[in-house]
């Protein structure tokens, strides 16, 4: 088969799938064709839709490639969708964060840098399958340790872990974002 | 020094009323808070200032009867245990040289400082693409993953904080003290319930500060703020805000029941 055709294959595949493609996954649904030439089509489709006139594209995300419709259209897509768009209270993100940068992390050490109980929200995070237990730790008491999931990288568009800004970062970006914005206090004369 | 921090300091008594609250997401958030608001450098925490600031505020929890949880105790007395610790004049021990006496705010300052990174990652994290929020892919309904997928989106649309901080709002207004008490009357949270109840029957939405017209008096907006929280625990009525910082709606949750599903929480 021709490599014009590869595109068309992959890009079927990859319309139809119902999570992130990696290559791997690729690589075994299309054992007959050479391996970089697949990684040639997935990066022509790509191409193909970041280009101007198109409300999907294929994203990088949780190790794998997938069709998601732009973000700028996300308001249309939800008069389609019934369901409340996906919220998250503080208390869940800031234990999400601590996980994602801390993996593998113990109730206890969430908490320690939390300051609150964090028994409930480990729990709706499970559930959510946002975050999964990955073994326990080798210390008196064998607490549970906690690490995040592929839904989480799906969630949160992250390629992978990797692609996560490092807390350095963060903190710059905090320092030089919240200069400006910051309302002086009115003091008294 | 000491002297332009009083004047920093100023929201004394009369309108600390008027702090705003934001969801404190526990002790450290709100100590957070408290630095950052009155502009002080974290690395030299006026201990009695923030610590009076702060109990301050859990003595506002406590008015209104809410469960200051554990962990904002065991921080007020971290406080005042840090606050006595520098009034102790330092250990006239040569063999102790400065690096070895450290400050008692240290271990404070770098749990707030390590607790602060990772708020600003949280904020990072709400602010990605996120999917099913910005972004959607195809979906295949399995109906026992989307009956869970609704069940978890089912979630308190009116924070905790926000209601405290409308509430505040509204003891604002009363003056603080009324000299010709008698007797106290005797107001039921049960009788404000009903009373409450009885508003919201009659028209589709009631504005949340108009469930307190006519109170006079701390203890009947206390009742019928008791009351309010009484029903949302009940899930007899439901408690909306359409934007940040705008009108707060109460409505009955008997009828909207069937479709709404429940409210968490």
């Not at chain 2, 009373?195 to 469930?211: C, G, P, Y």
């Not at chain 2, 008096?217 to 009351?227: D, G, P, Q």
Request: with cysteine; net charge negative.
């Amino acid at each position: 088969m021709s490599n014009s055709e590869l595109k068309q294959i992959v890009e079927s595949i990859l319309f139809v799938a119902d999570a992130p493609l990696s290559y791997d996954r690729l690589y075994t649904l299309l054992e007959e064709f050479d391996r970089e030439e697949i990684r040639g089509a997935v990066e022509a489709v790509a191409t193909d839709y970041c280009g101007a006139g198109r409300g999907v594209e294929l994203v990088q995300v949780a190790g794998g490639y997938q069709f998601r419709s732009r973000p700028e259209y996300a308001d249309y897509i939800r008069r389609l969708r019934k369901v409340k768009p996906a919220r998250f209270t503080p208390s869940a993100l800031e234990t999400l964060a601590i996980i994602a940068y801390r993996q593998p992390v113990t109730r206890g050490e969430v908490e320690y840098l939390r300051g609150v109980d964090s028994g409930g929200v480990l729990k709706s995070l499970l559930d959510k399958k946002l975050i999964r237990i990955i073994g326990k730790k080798d210390i008196p008491g064998k607490p549970l340790i906690y690490g995040t999931t592929r839904e989480f990288m799906e969630t949160f568009s992250l390629k992978d872990l990797r692609s996560l800004p490092t807390l350095r970062e963060i903190e710059e970006l905090a320092d030089s974002s919240s200069d400006p914005d910051q309302v002086p206090l009115p003091l008294p004369e | 020094m000491p002297e332009t921090q009083h004047q920093l300091f100023s929201d004394t008594d009369s309108d600390a009323c008027l702090v705003r609250t934001e969801a404190f997401e526990g002790p450290l958030d709100l100590l957070l808070h408290l630095i950052r608001k009155n502009e002080v450098d974290i690395y030299n925490i006026p201990m009695a200032e923030i610590t009076r600031q702060y109990i301050d505020y859990l003595d506002l929890m406590r008015e209104l009867n809410l469960d200051v949880a554990g962990e904002f105790l065991v921080m007020a007395s971290t406080l005042i245990q840090i606050k006595s610790q520098m009034l102790l004049p330092l250990p006239d021990d040569p063999e102790l040289e400065e690096d070895r006496i450290e400050d008692p705010r240290a271990e404070l300052v770098r749990r707030l400082l390590d607790y602060e990174r990772y708020r600003d990652a949280s904020i990072q994290l709400a602010s990605r693409t996120l999917l099913e929020r910005d972004v959607f892919a195809r979906n295949f309904a399995v109906p026992e993953a989307e009956q869970a997928a609704a069940d978890s989106a089912v979630i308190p649309d009116v924070e905790l904080f926000e209601l405290v901080d409308a509430f505040r709002r509204i003891l604002a207004k009363v003056p603080l003290e009324s000299f010709h008490e008698v007797g106290s009357e005797n107001i039921s949270i049960a009788d404000r319930i009903s009373d409450v109840l009885e508003m919201i029957k009659q028209s589709d939405a009631v504005d949340f500060e108009e469930l307190f017209a006519g109170s006079s008096t701390r203890e009947y907006i206390v009742a019928t703020f008791l009351a309010i929280l009484e029903l949302c625990r009940l899930r007899m009525i439901k408690i909306m805000q359409f934007e940040s910082f705008g009108r707060i709606l109460v409505k009955s949750a008997i009828i909207a029941a069937d479709g709404e599903g429940e409210q968490g929480e």
